[in-house]
């Protein structure tokens, strides 16, 4: 079913997507300073949209023709990212359109994706212009590759498709009350951590995980999903007439049903935080999955930590991440594995719940990891 790996053309036409109000609220006046001169070097064309309200990304791209671009580029945070990966995955034609290549400059206060990036090219780890000039360097100069999806569903049976994170607990705590701080750029995070380890909160629930996808409900894995194409580049889908309506989750059952028994369920239920995230980093200065190298390795690395943990060992965690350092030395009742599947139930309606970011209602939600699924230009 796999068709030829996508290459980019020689004189691209890319359609860039700047969200006025990402970050500090600079982006479209960075992205003609800085970016625009280095697009214009490479001879790539483009369409701008900047963006007007929240969800218009979203509705354009589930909407609209898509074969007028050869990538559709984000000038935001991971939030507009979001709404292009989900806006993707409402169209029936999902499965091709979910491999129109992606590219990602840093326009936000989260740029975990740009970080991530810059990372996997093999730059140093920077921030503000520096990192935006290096991604618009990656943007010119690299080719799709595959991106790791995790579809998500809540009890609600809503289906949430994530390229980067879900937070449960400090981390979303601080994303979300540091919004207030946004003024600070992504300084915002450091001293929303500081603020919320004075006032330490814990949250009841039940987390459990499978660490192989061999082990399925099924024993025939979705070869699309499961398989990116060996040579490492995003292939074209040739669907052949076959329209699945949605994607599958081989390893999932339903929510109202216990996990399969070859689950692992967590045995403590009072957490301070839980972390799945499936790229090496969660912001600009976070590099909290150092064995992430890169877009499209298949796995999900839970990260979580009980109430158990002092503020003293958080601290040092939050402090030691932005240089990786922190998986050196073990770090008392912080706990990391790397999972295909996994399953999160609140036992109290409390806290905040994101996904690459965004609030999401806090309720029982599970999600498995599908390998390569999306696509994204990187080094
Ligand atoms: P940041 O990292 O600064 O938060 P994001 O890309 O995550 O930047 O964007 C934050 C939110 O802004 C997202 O939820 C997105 O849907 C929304 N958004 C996009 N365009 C606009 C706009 N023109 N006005 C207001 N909000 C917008
Ligand atoms: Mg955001």
């Not at 799709?144 to 980067?164: C, G, N, W």
């Not at 946004?182 to 660490?211: C, H, N, P, Q």
């Not at 498995?368 to 990187?378: A, E, P, V, Y």
Request: a negative charge; hydrophobic letters at 40%.
């Amino acid at each position: 079913q796999q068709g030829e790996p996508y290459f980019l053309p020689t004189s691209p036409h890319f359609l860039v997507l700047v969200n006025p109000h990402g970050g500090t609220g600079k982006a479209l006046e960075l992205f003609q300073k800085h970016v625009i001169p280095i697009l214009m070097e490479a001879d790539v064309h483009f369409t701008l949209l900047v963006t007007e309200r929240p969800n218009q990304a979203r509705e354009l791209v589930r909407d609209q023709d898509l074969s007028r671009w050869d990538a559709i580029v984000v000038m935001s945070g991971d939030g507009l990212i979001f709404e292009v990966v989900n806006g993707l995955m409402e169209r029936p034609d999902w499965m091709v359109a979910i491999k129109k290549p992606l590219a990602i400059l840093p326009g936000g206060s989260g740029n975990a994706l740009a970080a991530s990036v810059n990372h996997y090219s093999g730059q140093q780890q920077v921030m503000g212009t520096k990192l935006l000039i290096n991604c618009s360097f990656v943007l010119c100069k690299g080719q799709p590759q595959p991106l790791d999806i995790v579809s998500l569903t809540t009890l609600s049976e809503k289906r949430i498709y994530s390229f980067l994170s879900l937070a449960w607990g400090f981390i979303s705590d601080v994303d979300i009350e540091s919004e207030k701080y946004r003024f600070m750029g992504s300084i915002r995070f450091s001293f929303g951590t500081l603020v919320r380890l004075t006032a330490l909160r814990t949250y009841r629930g039940r987390l459990s995980y499978v660490k192989d996808s061999t082990l399925s409900k099924t024993k025939d894995l979705d070869t699309i999903t499961n398989n990116p194409s060996s040579d490492n580049k995003c292939p074209v889908i040739q669907t052949d007439g076959v329209v699945k309506e949605e994607l599958e989750d081989s390893l999932l059952v339903p929510l109202g049903q216990p996990v399969p028994s070859h689950w692992t369920v967590v045995q403590e239920d009072e957490f301070v935080l839980v972390l799945a995230l499936y790229q090496s980093h969660l912001g600009a200065d976070l590099y909290t999955a150092p064995m992430v190298q890169n877009l499209g390795e298949g796995n999900i690395h839970l990260f979580y930590a009980t109430s158990r943990i002092s503020r003293g060992s958080l601290l040092k965690l939050f402090l030691s991440m932005e240089k990786g350092t922190h998986m050196d030395t073990e770090i008392a009742h912080l706990v990391h594995v790397p999972v295909k599947a996994f399953r999160i139930e609140p036992l109290q309606n409390t806290g905040i719940m994101t996904v690459d970011g965004e609030v999401i209602p806090c309720e029982p939600i599970q999600g498995q990891i599908h390998r390569g699924l999306g696509c994204c230009i990187s080094a």
